[in-house]
């Protein structure tokens, strides 16, 4: 069972998810890969603490302050390479950025492989269920292209300029299939 509760945020309309008392999704109305693979029955749930936790979260972070992802307890579903990336985006500090190459030579170690592709790491990222908690709006091309963003390319510049991030060296890509 997947227990959900809205939240209407800056950047629209949020959907959380709760499954056994851990942060299971936070999706953007109207995104890419909205409610990612989650097949589960849905019900919405006002008692949720985890779900209570993150709108705390979420209403701090849209105040400008800093709060760590260590906060919630976080249990976003995929494969083991999918989590290892994800458990990379968390440490990408509030305010920065990082590339999805950098990812890449980060999580091959972690897998025990000599290389990764950034395309490969790129795939993971775009799947992330847990959107803003798990920063993956700060991921970046190595060319300073603003590449895909399942929320939408606007919500993700809004997001980063929310944390101070300089604009300026970043552009959007004129074509693409995450646009």
């Not at 945020?9 to 056994?20: A, D, H, N, T």
């Not at 105040?63 to 579903?77: D, I, R």
Request: hydrophobic content about 40%.
């Amino acid at each position: 069972m997947l227990y959900t509760m809205s939240y209407d945020s800056p950047v629209g309309r949020l959907l959380l998810g709760e499954r056994e008392g851990a942060l299971a999704g936070l999706w953007i109305e109207g995104q890419k890969y909205f409610l990612g693979s989650e097949k589960e029955e849905i019900r919405e749930s006002k008692d949720s603490v985890i779900l209570r936790e993150t709108t705390q979260w979420l209403d701090n972070y849209f105040q400008g302050e800093k709060p760590p992802v260590s906060q919630l307890k976080l249990a976003p579903s995929g494969s083991e390479f999918r989590k290892a990336v994800w458990k990379l985006l968390c440490d990408i500090p509030y305010g920065e950025v990082t590339t999805y190459k950098e990812i890449a030579q980060k999580v091959a170690p972690i897998l025990g492989l000599s290389k990764m592709s950034a395309q490969a790491v790129g795939g993971a990222v775009s799947h992330n269920p847990v959107s803003i908690i798990i920063p993956c709006h700060r991921v970046v091309g190595a060319n300073g292209s603003l590449t895909g963003y399942a929320g939408g390319l606007e919500k993700k510049i809004a997001l980063l300029t929310l944390e101070g991030v300089e604009m300026k060296h970043f552009f959007v890509p004129g074509k693409g299939t995450a646009l």
